[in-house]
């Protein structure tokens, strides 16, 4: 039962994720990010983390995204010409030979790895119980209490970086 | 075909998100786009993360990924803005004509 949710749903990110790289007009690559954003968040909900399915939506599909397309919009920037079009078949070459080696690589580590990590607490019977959200808010308000503040001084130091760096 | 997904099919999953993200970001050459393909691998990364957080019982994952939207929605900002500025000063945003650091 499950798989009938997470083969579409890997089968629509793959796909879009592809989308994203081969695309000659970065508007639609933007939109393939997000049926990218989508499908990974669809995913997050059949791994029951509910409140990252929401902020994935929210935060990526909806705010990133949407300053993504608006600087396109804004530089007006041309069509490029597809990768295999151009003579530069050394950078094509190399890029997915290297790529292949660490897919291949990633693969066998996988394959071969067996699990034995130490088990939580958080059972999905707990998280059903309490609710995904409550449990994600109560942990970043004690334990994670001081990346939570360091977060925010981030964010801070982006507007004001961003500012300085658009005002110029 | 039935019963729960294993935890390898998601790292499998996520693990090919990766490489085309890895992909974009050397044949490209739109700063724009290769950029949408770092996002593409944090997202990659993010999945493994949830990932472990469900099948270790563990809410840490779940806690990370938060983080690192974040960060990655502070990196936005500041990467478009630098973009911007290339723009304003070489009218492109092609990667290959931007080489004022070179000696």
């Known amino acids: 039962m499950e798989w009938l949710v997470f083969g579409p749903l890997a089968a629509v990110a793959l796909a879009t994720a592809v989308s994203v790289i081969v695309l000659r007009n970065p508007i639609y690559c933007a939109l393939s990010l997000v049926g990218t954003f989508f499908a990974l968040s669809g995913l997050y909900l059949l791994l029951q983390a509910q409140f990252i399915a929401v902020v994935q939506v929210i935060v990526y599909a909806g705010a990133i995204m949407v300053l993504f397309l608006f600087v396109i919009m804004l530089l007006d920037v041309g069509h490029e010409p597809p990768p295999w079009l151009r003579q530069d078949t050394p950078r094509l070459v190399l890029g997915i030979g290297l790529v292949t080696l660490l897919l291949l690589e990633l693969a066998v580590a996988i394959g071969s790895w067996v699990s034995h990590g130490i088990r939580g607490s958080y059972t999905s019977d707990l998280v059903n119980a309490v609710g995904n959200t409550q449990l994600v808010g109560r942990l970043l308000f004690t334990d994670f209490l001081i990346p939570f503040e360091i977060t925010s001084f981030i964010l801070l130091i982006a507007i004001v970086g961003a500012m300085v760096l658009a005002k110029r | ?103």
Do not use: C, H
């Open chain 2, 1 to 103: 075909m039935t019963g729960t997904v294993p935890l390898n099919a998601y790292l499998i999953l996520s693990a090919a998100l990766f490489a085309i993200g890895v992909i974009g970001v050397l044949i490209r050459r739109n700063a724009l786009i290769i950029f949408m393909a770092i996002e593409l691998m944090l997202n990659a990364v993010n999945l493994s993360f949830v990932a472990f957080s469900r099948f270790l019982a563990s809410m840490d994952g779940q806690i990370i990924v938060f983080f690192v939207m974040a960060v990655a929605a502070a990196e936005v900002a500041l990467g478009l803005a630098i973009i911007i500025a290339l723009y304003r000063n070489k009218e492109s945003v092609d990667v290959d004509e931007i080489n004022l650091l070179r000696g």
